[in-house]
């Protein structure tokens, strides 16, 4: 007996089922989020939805940039940096920073805590200071030490299995 049921598909997590790995991660509904911050380039945002919270006390979340981005580096080397949590009807703006990073031509961009770019309208933002940072495989994680909280009411933007999608609070 392999554990399996009837109907699931198993396999080993190897280089030739890369693509049914990533499947099957995609398979857990997240959150979306832009994360920011101020690099040698200037203001630099990723989407992404590797959030997690990690401790409440004391208030600490992390993420994970992927060693594959061309931003990684900037990333792992901030001291500061924001979380954005997206609503529903913020999809292009997931989908601005998931091409590109640099361009922070939009409107109501302010500054935080290190420089680090803040953009408007989310139901939550995250303002950081990098407590650790941890090797993860292909990726890296970036814990930080949340210093500031803002908050708006509204419906989540999620992410699943490759498409977004909304979370409703009804």
């Known amino acids: 007996m392999d554990g399996s049921f009837m109907g699931e598909h198993s396999f080993s997590p190897d280089a030739e089922n890369a693509r049914a790995l990533r499947d099957a991660l995609g398979r857990f509904a997240t959150g979306v989020t832009v994360v920011t911050t101020q690099s040698d380039q200037g203001p630099l945002g990723i989407t992404a939805n590797s959030f997690a919270s990690l401790s409440l006390d004391p208030?600490?979340?992390l993420w994970a940039p992927g060693k594959f981005s061309r931003r990684f580096e900037a990333f792992t080397a901030a001291e500061h940096f924001a979380?954005?949590?997206?609503?529903?009807?913020q999809m292009d703006l997931a989908r601005h920073f998931a091409r590109d990073g640099l361009d922070f031509d939009l409107p109501?961009?302010?500054?935080?805590?290190?420089?680090?770019?803040?953009?408007?309208?989310?139901?939550?933002?995250?303002?950081?200071?990098?407590?650790?940072?941890?090797?993860g495989?292909?990726?890296?994680?970036v814990v930080g030490e949340v210093?500031?909280?803002s908050t708006n009411e509204g419906a989540g933007l999620s992410f699943f299995a490759g498409s977004y999608g909304a979370i409703a609070t009804d």
């Open 59 to 61: 208030a600490l979340v």
């Open 83 to 89: 979380i954005h949590v997206l609503g529903a009807e």
């Open 108 to 135: 109501n961009i302010t500054k935080g805590v290190g420089d680090t770019p803040l953009l408007a309208g989310c139901l939550a933002r995250f303002e950081c200071r990098r407590h650790a940072l941890y090797p």
């Open 137 to 141: 495989g292909d990726h890296a994680i």
């Open 147 to 149: 210093l500031r909280v």
